[in-house]
């Protein structure tokens, strides 16, 4: 069975990151964006973080421009906002795309493992969460409604 761990991606910095980095942790993935209707997640998800993270727990931010073009800054510019902005201090991860033929090769795997709402495939919007076992095996689509605070009892569950 394939997992996230047969993935790399590249960093903010255009470095690319092994997902086998990540063996033995739980993760929450997601595609972001700086002027969204839900960027404000920002915030529950460094909560997360450092909630659990000495726990295990990671959050990988994948920046997306998809949606609204709601994400048109550099990777650069991103880091600064992140860090300004909401003091995020999880991995915020080069932009990509998350759907169509340039989507990119985790993405795909994500949306194939974990389908949407009426088994779509598609991802729809922003802040689309994805949490993964330490296994690298998706475990469960999130919605960009859903708060990260709600997601806690999963992620401890899995802890």
């Known amino acids: 069975m394939s997992t996230i761990h047969?993935?790399?991606?590249?960093?903010?910095?255009?470095?690319?990151?092994?997902?086998?980095?990540?063996?033995?942790k739980v993760l929450l993935i997601v595609n972001t964006a700086s002027a969204c209707g839900f960027t404000p997640q920002?915030?529950?998800?460094?909560?997360l973080y450092q909630r659990f993270k000495a726990k295990g727990l990671v959050v990988l931010a994948f920046p997306c421009n998809q949606f609204?073009?709601?994400e048109p800054g550099t990777d650069n510019e991103i880091q600064q906002?992140?860090?300004?902005?909401?003091?995020?201090?999880?991995?915020?991860m080069a932009k990509l795309q998350v759907n169509g033929p340039e989507a990119s090769p985790l993405f795909a795997y994500l949306k194939d493992n974990a389908r949407g709402?009426?088994?779509?495939r598609a991802i729809k919007w922003n802040f689309t969460k994805f949490l993964v076992n330490q296994q690298?095996?998706?475990v469960k689509r999130y919605a960009p409604r859903t708060k990260p605070a709600s997601i806690a009892s999963a992620i401890?569950?899995?802890l």
């Open 81 to 92: 906002f992140c860090q300004l902005n909401y003091g995020v201090s999880f991995p915020v």
């Open 156 to 158: 401890e569950d899995m």
């Open 136 to 138: 690298g095996e998706v």
């Open 117 to 120: 709402l009426l088994k779509t």
């Open 6 to 24: 047969q993935f790399s991606v590249s960093n903010a910095q255009g470095q690319p990151v092994s997902l086998t980095d990540y063996k033995g």
């Open 68 to 70: 609204g073009a709601q």
């Open 42 to 47: 920002y915030q529950e998800l460094e909560q």
